[in-house]
């Protein structure tokens, strides 16, 4: 009877163990077939109430919508977004952590400062969001009327005309320092710690130019507060008929824009992105997400993650030569 026992007793076992094996592939199988199960972090590398926060509110909400599930907004700024990004980085790749990332996370920063992530390895692409052109702006009582005089009193006196930017390495300064170099002219740059300490010191006339992203600057230049001089795209504004193009002023070649785009740590399943890149396109084309990032200067963009990934690399070295030659360093 024992022997039976114990001879039953190893059957038993060893079906229990077959049945494991084969049930395991079909529990991640059915794990992944109702993603999301749960609700999905979006990290904005940036403070609330900003821009990026406002982007990454509006398309968590969509893309929520969509997917069946909340999106929730977690803002962790600092070290130029590379905190959040960082954080990202090292998540579960499950698709529950998403980063709401773009130049500075995958080109300026991690040039400028020490990542502890690769920018082209640790991330996924799920897709494009958008692009923001630089857009050139001074205060109404600026003496500066168009980009010209700018150039030309920089000529004059090359020390004396200032530009601000958010901080060394910010998509303003290098923004400014492509513009110098194409104008071939001298400006002294002034670096704020973030934040609206740089917009508030050209509406006092402290200091008179900033090449600003349009996220920044179309509300101002809406809202009457300040003389927009050229834009940084290939065609005039729809919403700024009268401002000119760069070209338009004479410097064809600039042509300068900060972008945003969705990712998820390296390795999280094809699956799993793909249900997140196509959420991400119906949110794009919703007519009010549109409206709302239009009304930024944002223009929408193709979510498709096979381009984003092409233009990764590509933009990572245009900036990192940019911080070279411009011998731009960290705060």
Known sequence: MAIF??????????????????????????????????????????PAGGANDMFGRLLGQKMGESL???????????????????????????????????LATHAASPNLLKADYDPLKAFEP?????????????????????LKDVVE?????????????????????LAGEQFLAIAKVQMTHVPYKGGNAHILDLLGGRIPVIFDTAT?????????????????????LPDLPKVPTFAEEGYPQFQFSAWYALFAPAKTPKDVTAR??????KALKDPVVVRKLGDLGVTVANPDPVELAKFLPGEYERIGNLIKTAKIKAD
């Not at 001879?7 to 199988?29: D, E, I, M, Y």
């Not at 920089?154 to 004396?160: F, L, Y």
């Not at 997140?276 to 396109?281: H, I, K, S, V």
Request: aromatic content about 6%.
């Open 216 to 236: 920044n600057a179309m509300p101002l230049i809406k809202g009457g507060k300040v003389r927009a001089l050229a834009v940084g795209t290939p065609a005039r």
């Open 68 to 102: 069946g599930a909340s999106v929730i907004v977690e803002n962790r700024p600092g070290a130029g977004a590379l905190i959040g990004a960082s954080y990202v980085a090292r998540a579960p790749a499950d698709g529950y952590t998403l980063l709401l990332g773009g």
């Open 153 to 173: 009193a920089a000529r004059k006196n090359p020390q004396g005309v200032m530009y601000g930017s958010s901080g060394n390495g910010s998509p303003l300064h």
């Open 276 to 281: 997140l890149t196509d959420a991400l396109g």
């Open 126 to 146: 799920i897709g494009m969001i958008g692009r923001a052109p630089i857009i050139a702006i001074t205060s109404n009582d600026s003496p500066y009327k168009t």
């Open 5 to 46: 026992t114990s001879s039953l007793r190893r059957v038993f076992a060893s079906t229990l163990g077959v049945l494991a094996v084969g049930l395991a592939p079909w529990s991640g199988a059915q794990a992944q077939a109702s993603y999301p199960n749960k609700p999905i972090t979006l990290v904005v590398p940036y």
